[in-house]
């Protein structure tokens, strides 16, 4: 008998949290029933997301910048449909797939910089893992260098050029030989590349975990350090990359910088199908398969599956008809420039940064008194309290999804699809005015909320942040 997914999610509505209880994570959970994130999503289309009551909401997550193109993108779909419907083979691995060499020919020529050799993946952690492999190998050597701050992915190579602690704490000894540096600071990599041991920088043009952005020359001043070093630069675009910044990467911003590999990996899928791609100089790609008996030396079972060729080929397409690289630019400024207005009017707004789609917005202590007292009150209770005192509001009382930037406490990090509109943008900007409105008002019933929320986290024994990536 065929199995009825249809009838499946119509018999098991609602009952996410309590499965999730049983089977899967009970402390993420209940800590999203804490906060009021547990909300039972049951359609999505471009930005918004529509819950099992029927509401609608604004996503500015976007599956942690995996739906650049929106969700379920009717050409992604329809291309999907239409290979399965071939009956074309797929993972035969004793082969040189056919759509595997199409998609790497159209990475090719978005990306440039020489970059001519692809190497698939199926998440941008494994991609990170393949750059690290390849740089030592490619270089004969062992050092990484990586930025403060920084997000790589959380499996046990990548977790080592992990700038948060929280993230690396227990799960030790990590890799060895990672040497983390100061974002920005030229002087800092300088040095830590002057013992001529660094296989490779890997540096992410704008952070995912605060959408920290480089200063402007800072890539080129490291093309160039790294050059002098025999060091080999890596641009991490999983989540800045594929159109999110206004171009197809982040780094082609930087005119002068020229990465030896870029990683992608996320929205590449379309949402549909994992998918990344690791591309590198044919000189690095020549190292690691120096020979016919090592041809296979590094090699990923689901790299190089149909399915998720088809996914990144159609998402290419969607960026360019629809033109969502141009779009991400306009919106993103009209959000950025929005926050920033708002910034003298609200004491308690430090920063807003911005490229493209990817905004950061930074909070931190205010001057009056009276705000000081409740930042000090909510910052002893929960650091990340804060910060939920925005996104649970904007969730609950304006249907705009949001997150905490996971090591960056104070920050809120947006990276909504590339689709967004004037509407969308006003939208945003509409509920966060008011968020901000009634959280300068202390005491007053929001900050009443913001106490009783951490009351209860402290005593279920949860955490209050709804994001990790």
């Known amino acids: 008998m065929a199995i009825d997914i249809a009838q499946i999610l119509a018999a098991q ?11 899967i994570n009970p402390r993420w959970a209940k800590a999203l029933g804490i906060i009021g994130f547990d909300k039972c999503y049951e359609r999505a289309e471009g930005a918004y997301l529509w819950d099992r009551e029927g509401n609608k909401y604004l996503d500015t997550l976007a599956g942690y910048s995996v739906f650049n ?4 993108h009717p050409v992604v779909r329809n291309a999907l449909t239409e290979f399965m419907a071939a009956d074309y083979p797929s993972l035969v691995q004793i082969e040189a797939p056919l759509l595997s060499g199409v998609l790497a020919e159209e990475l090719k020529r978005r990306v440039g910089y020489g970059l001519d050799r692809v190497y698939f993946t199926s998440t941008g952690a494994e991609g990170v893992e393949t750059a690290i492999k390849f740089a030592r190998k490619a270089t004969g050597r062992s050092e990484i260098v990586f930025a ?16 948060a602690e929280v993230f690396r704490q227990d799960f030790g000894p990590l890799l060895p030989q990672c040497r983390r ?4 600071d030229v002087d800092a990599l300088k ?19 605060g959408a920290a952005v480089v200063t402007d020359g800072y890539l080129r001043e490291a093309t ?6 025999g060091t080999l630069l890596v641009s991490d675009e999983i989540q800045c990359g594929m159109g999110r910044t206004g171009h197809f990467l982040a780094i082609h911003e930087d005119e002068g910088a020229e990465p030896d590999i870029v990683i992608i990996s996320k929205s590449l899928s379309g949402g549909y199908v994992p998918v990344g791609a690791v591309l590198t100089r044919e000189w690095v790609y020549d190292k690691v398969f120096n020979s016919l008996d090592r ?9 190089q599956g149909s399915l998720a060729m088809v996914a990144g080929l159609a998402t290419l397409s969607v960026l360019d008809d629809e033109k969502l690289m141009q779009n991400a630019k306009v ?5 950025g420039q929005g926050l920033a207005a708002m910034k003298d009017e609200f004491e308690f707004i430090h920063d807003i940064r911005w490229r493209g789609l990817m905004v950061g917005i930074e909070f931190a202590k205010p001057k009056s008194l009276k705000l000081k007292t409740a930042w000090a009150t909510a910052n002893k209770l929960n650091k990340d309290l804060f910060c939920q005192a925005i996104t649970i509001p904007m969730l609950s009382d304006h249907n705009v999804l949001t997150q905490v930037a996971g090591n960056s406490m104070t920050t809120i990090k947006l990276t909504p699809p590339l689709t967004l509109t004037d509407a969308d943008v006003a939208w945003f900007l509409d509920g966060f005015r008011d968020v901000m409105q009634r959280l300068h008002r202390f005491p007053g019933p929001a900050w009443e909320a913001v106490y009783r929320i951490a009351r209860n986290a402290m005593q279920g024994g949860a955490t209050s942040r709804p994001a990790a990536e």
């Open 13 to 23: 509505s609602g009952r996410n949290y309590q499965l999730h209880a049983e089977h």
């Open 69 to 72: 193109i929106g969700r379920n």
């Open 148 to 163: 403060s701050n920084a997000f790589h992915g959380l499996t046990n190579g990548a977790l080592a050029l992990n700038g």
């Open 181 to 184: 540096v100061p974002f920005n």
């Open 191 to 209: 040095e830590a590349l002057s013992q001529g041991d660094v296989a490779a920088f890997m540096i992410e043009p704008v952070q995912g975990k």
């Open 224 to 229: 160039r350090l790294c050059r002098e070093a």
């Open 295 to 303: 041809a296979v030396v590094h090699s990923s079972t689901f790299g």
């Open 331 to 335: 919106q993103g400024d009209a959000l």
